[in-house]
């Protein structure tokens, strides 16, 4: 058993109450919103992904080795490059919370 303190608003305290109370079984509630959670994070890591090709493809660099040249200095701090690497960072730290739920 778990007991489990949120720090929401109040009427969003009520409302969850209110789910909780209707819920036959609170260990599906729980599955399903950590299951909502990695859907909604391999969502945004395909997103990301799309946007790290176009990256990609408009500088002809994959982006493991780009980010490694760029964090080694060996490439200049452009608007594209800083949003690339950005990006690269926040995928690598997603996969990571995602390995960790599933």
């Known amino acids: 058993m778990l007991n489990l303190q949120l720090k929401v608003p109040a009427e969003t305290a009520r409302r969850l109450k209110k789910v909780l109370e209707y819920t036959q079984n609170q260990e599906t509630f729980a599955e399903n919103i950590i299951a909502y959670q990695i859907a909604e994070m391999k969502k945004g ?9 176009q990256f990609e493809e408009k500088y002809q660099m994959n982006s493991e080795i780009f980010y490694r040249e760029f964090v080694q200095g060996k490439l200049e701090d452009t608007e594209d490059y800083m949003v690339w690497a950005g990006l690269y960072e926040m995928l690598e730290k997603n996969k990571t919370r995602l390995q960790e739920l599933v």
């Not at 890591?45 to 090709?53: A, F, G, I, V």
């Open 45 to 53: 890591n395909l997103n990301m992904r799309l946007d790290l090709k």
